[in-house]
């Protein structure tokens, strides 16, 4: 096995098939930014979301996809192009995945790719015993999917962060309170449906618990865009109004299902309910300036 990717494994000290899956996606998703960045991707585009945060930021909880976004619209970089960067990165490292192009993202404004690979080999490749894999069907797929928001909307920054395992790179992403606004955007705007994405609760606490003040310019020009906001600008007040609105209309024991699958420690989610989210919306109203 490589040293680069032992190291990578011993991180997450890994015992049952689900420890080996989530480890591997991980380490998968970690070479894609690698393979993204030899590319010359992040040139062009920066990385956003719930993996972003969890890589770069040390969030708790795994995460399955990787958001990318332009840096403005109108710039004819795509997904698509970088692909062929992705699956060497990905062969040079023993990994066994097909790369794809789902959509051009025309209709959506949101272009999609998938990596896919044999659960079972690749758990091996990582160190997985033979005896653990051998339970999973040999049929399984690991898979990742890739998105790149090919219209996106205005006032984010970015920063450069450097990942230094399993090779040294560096990754351009939204900062801390862009990332935070984008969150929120999910929080108050995501259609909901009959599954409520818990995830995105989950991720609101991590930033309140670290006081990180959200772009409300950033949260503001989403808003705008995906329809949802068409008055004065976002003041912290008018925020907090709106959180209690969403939180009174959300299922927390369905937010925290949704979320527990992702989580080492389900004890987090004790506390889970529409006076615990209220309580921290009064918290980060506290913080924001």
Not at 3 to 19: G, H, S, V
Not at 251 to 278: C, G, I
Request: glycine share 8%.
């Amino acid at each position: 096995m490589n040293p680069a990717l032992k190291d990578m494994l011993e991180i997450y000290r890994p015992n049952t098939p689900a420890d080996y899956q989530n480890a591997a996606r991980e380490i998968v998703q970690e070479i894609t930014l690698l393979g993204l960045w030899r590319g010359g991707f992040f040139e062009h585009a920066s990385f956003y979301g719930g993996t972003a945060l969890r890589i770069f930021h040390g969030l708790r909880r795994f995460s399955e996809d990787l958001d990318f976004t332009l840096a403005e619209s109108g710039n004819e970089t795509r997904l698509e192009r970088y692909l062929t960067s992705v699956a060497t990165e990905l062969e040079a490292w023993g990994f066994s995945f097909e790369a794809e192009s789902k959509t051009g993202g025309g209709a959506t404004g949101i272009e999609s790719a998938f990596l896919k690979g044999s659960t079972q080999l690749n758990l091996l490749h990582i160190g997985a015993p033979a005896e653990l894999a051998r339970r999973l069907p040999s049929g399984q797929k690991l898979q990742i999917k890739l998105e790149l928001d090919i219209d996106p909307p205005p006032c984010a920054t970015t920063e450069v962060r450097i990942q230094l395992l399993p090779t040294p790179y560096q990754v351009k992403l939204y900062d801390a309170p862009s990332l935070f606004a984008g969150k929120l955007h999910a929080v108050l705007c995501r259609g909901w449906k009959n599954r409520v994405k818990g995830r995105d609760f989950y991720d609101f606490v991590w930033y309140v618990s670290r006081k990180i003040q959200p772009n409300l310019a950033h949260l503001e020009a989403r808003m705008r865009q995906s329809g949802h906001w068409s008055g004065g600008a976002i003041s912290p007040q008018v925020l907090m109004d709106l959180l209690r609105e969403s939180f009174a209309a959300i299922d927390f024991k369905q937010a925290a299902d949704e979320v527990r699958v992702f989580l080492q420690d389900p004890r987090e989610l004790q506390l889970w309910s529409r006076e615990f989210f209220e309580g921290l919306a009064v918290k980060m109203g506290d913080n924001v300036t």
